[in-house]
């Protein structure tokens, strides 16, 4: 078998258009621009190429994409500062903080992430990470909904494919993505719909036994790991759907956590890397921003 590719980077384009065109309407009936703002705190080189990509893709949806750099001294206190004076401006809607943050500031003290992020203004927060969104998604209410995992929601259903009554193995229980992604899989009602939700949610992570046997029985993988090609073919249930979520160098090559040439053999459709999950997440933190837009305008009417 050699599977269908799922390209993530039309799925992208198709929504960013959807997404300018709702942006061009938004603004033409008087209000503000929606922008977004990015803290970007040092230099990490992926992380200055995220933000790059974040401005761009901005930028081409009528997005005004406003990044701030600060230095790798930054403090703690001085972090906190920004994202309350992002918070009081009212001409920003969105407001992200790159992450990872460095590992420590010029106290002498690491950042403590948890509270940067817990500072954000939950209408702003386009990351979905506050635990006010976190929690509104648990009770299947969500105002906003993760990139990532809203990506790979889109990305399914505009492929068609199905997870109701389906077995989903996740792999990998981060914040950001496995945890929301098997939350909203196991949901009634997805964003899109119910067609894509009602999953059979396996969560496996780094203390799962038999992670070879379980992965067998997914008819969706989802791989959110952090580790290159980890995912092997015979890890894979032939005719399953292989969704990879892992960014990851290896010398001068790109490869995700699914080792993709054993993958592609088994599976009946897998995400590439690059060119798969990834220009998802960007599109949907541009969906986020404009419906924070939204949403701070109906707070200032009411
Ligand atoms: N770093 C890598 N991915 C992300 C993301 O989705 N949001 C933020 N804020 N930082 C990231």
């Avoid at 038999?210 to 090609?229: H, M």
């Avoid at 001068?252 to 040439?261: A, E, I, K, N, T």
């Amino acid at each position: 078998m050699t599977a269908e590719r799922l390209d993530g980077k039309k799925i992208a384009a198709e929504i960013r258009e959807e997404i300018a065109s709702k942006v061009a309407s938004f603004t033409r009936e008087g209000n503000g621009t929606p922008c977004l703002a990015a803290i970007l705190v040092g230099e990490d080189p992926a992380s200055q190429v995220y933000v790059r990509n974040k401005e761009r893709a901005c930028e081409k949806s009528g997005i005004i994409g406003r990044t701030f750099r600060l230095p790798d001294s930054t403090t703690q206190d001085e972090l906190l500062t920004k994202i309350e004076e992002l918070n009081q401006d009212q001409s920003v809607h969105g407001i992200l903080v790159q992450l990872p943050l460095p590992k420590k500031g010029n106290d002498g003290k690491g950042f403590d992430e948890r509270a940067v992020l817990d500072a954000v203004c939950p209408l702003k927060d386009v990351d979905a990470f506050s635990p006010v969104n976190v929690g509104l998604l648990m009770q299947g209410r969500h105002r906003f909904l993760p990139c990532t995992p809203h990506g790979i929601v889109q990305l399914l259903h505009r492929y068609h494919l199905a997870t109701s009554g389906k077995h989903v193995v996740v792999i990998g229980r981060s914040d950001i993505v496995g945890k929301p992604m098997a939350m909203m899989l196991a949901q009634r009602e997805g964003s899109c719909g119910a067609d894509t939700a009602n999953a059979t949610v396996t969560l496996a992570h780094s203390r799962t036994t038999n992670l070879k046997e379980i992965c067998r029985q997914a008819d969706i993988l989802i791989a959110a790991v952090g580790v290159p090609e980890m995912i092997r073919g015979e890890m894979i249930r032939p005719g399953a759907v292989v969704i990879d979520v892992g960014i990851n160098r290896v010398g001068d090559r790109l490869v995700g956590d699914v080792h993709f040439d054993e993958a592609s053999e088994v599976a009946s459709a897998i995400t590439p890397v690059p060119g798969g999950v990834g220009p998802l997440t960007i599109a949907m933190l541009l969906h986020n921003t404009l419906l924070a837009a939204e949403l701070q305008n109906q707070a200032n009417a009411s």
